[in-house]
């Protein structure tokens, strides 16, 4: 129980009131480690409750050492990669203390300057920031981080995804040597591993989930279509009343508009997010799709880990992701908090090789049925295959270096077939009004901020 980790009466309270009791995993493991003081490095699937396993302890730790922060300074730094999930992160450090006099700012693009440069003039307990607007006010000398005792990096590699690391870098030098470093992530790449080496000193680990590995909750499935069928096989797949909440992830800002109008002239309310979609255009989305005034979402990957959202039923990845690690975020949009989920995929014969890289991620074959149009010959019909058994450890009994033949296609998994089309051709700048830096590392780091530049 909550009661049962050494947490202040006043943070109890607020749990109370938020209808919490018990701490999930993660909570449960990660809270007595950073009571104690110590660097931790969690990694856990996105909807574990990450965030309330580093809010809870700091804000226990800010109300037993009360102190002013320093003029234009913080106590605690929590950087994240998106508005939205920066906006998240500030309101349950928010709810969290709303019985202790715990001041928090919240600082991203998009919207003025002003505003955030006053908050920031006072000197506050708790910055929750994107890394390309913090580095504008580093710049300006509207905030300075000398004073900064606490450090959390949230979504470690969606960072690495937006090419956020050299500014990561960048402000870690401007913090004191002296500080505790919490680092969360849901799944942990060469690279993060490294950035982690670099912060952590001596740190605890927690891992609750296997790495890159999907909830078991949400049922998963394949739809083989067309690439010009897809949008009327979306609106079929509406005319399921279950479908009552619905996220539909594509690659491209531009993609996403195109979906939410025919869906729109379909007679389904829908809105769009994205990063050409102005603060107010985004909040009113959410707020429209939170309050079921909306019934459909369309996003771009901006929004796979910013969507924080309860009784989403469904998820339908309209194109499948370049990254193959943005597939386990966009479909962890639902099956939140116990529930259970449903992800469709629609597939194209040009996205077989995404189809084959997320297998391989998560180490399954994901259940898959032929809905081209006039695919009647036997040799065009597609196996409709189960998910093959697990092992103890959740993984598929077969190995993802020596994967099996893709009876779907007729061609093994490993040979690698040449694309019709670029997959990663550019629908503008990023979706985030943040800058979005380039990262000199390696290839993977390279096609994964190629592919995020759409969103």
């Known amino acids: 129980m909550f009661c049962d980790l050494g947490l202040a009466a006043p943070i109890l309270k607020a749990l109370e009131g938020e209808g919490y009791q018990t701490p999930t995993p993660i909570q449960a493991k990660a809270i007595p480690i950073v009571l104690a003081g110590r660097d931790l490095l969690g990694i856990a699937q996105t909807g574990t409750g990450k965030t309330a396993a580093f809010a809870l302890p700091i804000i226990h730790?800010?109300?037993?050492?009360r102190r002013q922060a320093q003029r234009k300074g913080?106590?605690?730094?929590?950087l994240t990669p998106t508005r939205e999930l920066a906006t998240q992160i500030?309101?349950?450090f928010r709810t969290y203390g709303r019985y202790l006099d715990l001041t928090v700012a919240v600082v991203f693009g998009g919207v003025g300057h002003r505003p955030q440069t006053q908050a920031l003039s006072r000197g506050i307990d708790v910055l929750v920031a994107t890394p390309g607007r913090l580095i504008?006010?580093?710049?300006?000398?509207?905030?300075?981080?000398a004073g900064t005792e606490i450090l959390v990096l949230d979504e470690a590699d969606q960072m690495l995804d937006?090419?956020?690391?050299?500014?990561?870098?960048?402000?870690?030098?401007?913090?004191?040597?002296?500080?505790?470093?919490?680092?969360?992530?849901?799944t942990m790449p060469h690279e993060i591993g490294r950035l982690a080496d670099e912060l952590l000193r001596d740190p605890a680990k927690v891992?609750?989930?296997?790495?890159?590995?999907?909830?078991?909750s949400v049922t998963q499935r394949v739809l083989h279509v067309e690439s010009h069928n897809k949008r009327s096989l979306l609106v079929e797949l509406f005319a399921d009343p279950q479908m009552s909440r619905a996220l539909v992830f594509t690659r491209t800002k531009r993609g996403a508009d195109r979906v939410a109008r025919h869906l729109e002239v379909a007679g389904i309310r829908v809105a769009a997010i994205h990063g050409n979609k102005s603060q107010s255009q985004r909040e009113q989305a959410l707020a429209a799709f939170r309050a079921a005034k909306i019934r459909v979402l369309v996003a771009t990957d901006i929004a796979a880990r910013g969507i924080d959202v309860d009784m989403v039923t469904h998820v339908v990845n309209y194109e499948l992701p370049d990254v193959p690690e943005s597939y386990v975020h966009r479909i962890g949009r639902t099956a939140r908090a116990g529930?259970?989920?449903?992800?469709?995929?629609?597939?194209d014969a040009e996205e077989r090789d995404q189809l084959r890289d997320i297998e391989r991620l998560t180490r399954q074959s994901i259940p898959a049925e032929d809905r081209r149009r006039g695919a009647t010959h036997p040799s065009d019909q597609l196996a409709q295959r189960e998910p093959k058994p697990r092992n103890g450890n959740g993984h598929s009994h077969s190995s993802a270096s020596s994967p099996a033949p893709d009876t779907r296609t007729g061609w093994a998994r490993g040979n690698h077939q040449p694309a019709g089309r670029d997959r990663r051709k550019s629908g503008g700048r990023s979706g985030g009004a943040d800058r979005v830096w380039s990262a000199a590392g390696s290839t993977r780091s390279a096609r994964r901020q190629s592919a995020n530049r759409t969103g």
Do not use: M, W, Y
């Open 61 to 65: 730790r800010l109300a037993a050492d």
């Open 74 to 78: 913080c106590r605690v730094l929590v």
């Open 90 to 92: 500030a309101e349950s």
């Open 136 to 145: 504008d006010h580093i710049g300006e000398r509207n905030i300075g981080l």
């Open 162 to 186: 937006l090419g956020f690391l050299p500014p990561i870098r960048r402000i870690v030098s401007h913090l004191p040597s002296k500080r505790q470093n919490l680092f969360f992530s849901a």
């Open 207 to 216: 891992a609750v989930t296997p790495v890159a590995s999907t909830v078991d």
């Open 339 to 347: 529930a259970q989920g449903v992800a469709i995929s629609l597939c």
